[in-house]
């Protein structure tokens, strides 16, 4: 069995011209429309990953090719002094992956997971067992609540239970 091939002509459909907006798509057309806008930081720091990805480097702003590049370096070192730095040193290190995310989250993200990595340190030194024992599960516990309530209220905006803002 073959496939019928029709001899029809098409085109690239990408810009915002191409896009039919109905009654059941123009809340979400207005919601992409509101960018930079958009409620959460890291997904402005992916739609600029992906401006760039569809753009070439050229879409960066002045001095950001720069900076990319200094931030791939610093990446690179961190991760190749957390490979091969003595065992008895790993723990003076910097991660790469910890240094990234902290350019990606707010600021009240990163001041959040320290806080909490201060407590479950203050709490290994006061009680090890229990720290050893109920640390990780309280730690995930906060983190998944944190996203459970981000997204109930997201909802709740979006259904214009809660005003934005």
Not at 33 to 57: E, M, T, Y
Not at 58 to 86: K, N, S, Y
Request: hydrophobic share 55%; charged share 10%.
């Amino acid at each position: 069995m073959t496939q019928l091939v029709l001899p029809l002509q098409t085109r690239s459909a990408t810009g915002r011209a191409d896009f039919i907006v109905a009654p059941g798509n123009e809340r979400a057309v207005a919601f992409i429309d509101s960018f930079p806008n958009w409620p959460a930081p890291a997904a402005q720091i992916w739609a600029g990953v992906a401006r760039v990805l569809a753009k070439g480097l050229d879409a960066l702003p002045h001095g950001a090719q720069a900076g990319l590049l200094i931030g791939c370096a610093v990446g690179v070192v961190l991760a190749l002094i957390e490979d091969f730095v003595p065992k008895h040193l790993k723990k003076y290190t910097l991660s790469s992956t910890a240094v990234g995310i902290a350019f990606v989250i707010p600021a009240w993200n990163s001041i959040s997971m320290f806080l909490g990595a201060l407590i479950a340190w203050g709490f290994a030194k006061a009680r090890p067992a229990q720290a050893d024992r109920y640390s990780l599960a309280v730690a995930s516990g906060f983190i998944a609540g944190e996203s459970l309530i981000a997204v109930l209220v997201a909802a709740l905006v979006a259904f214009n239970v809660l005003g934005a803002g």
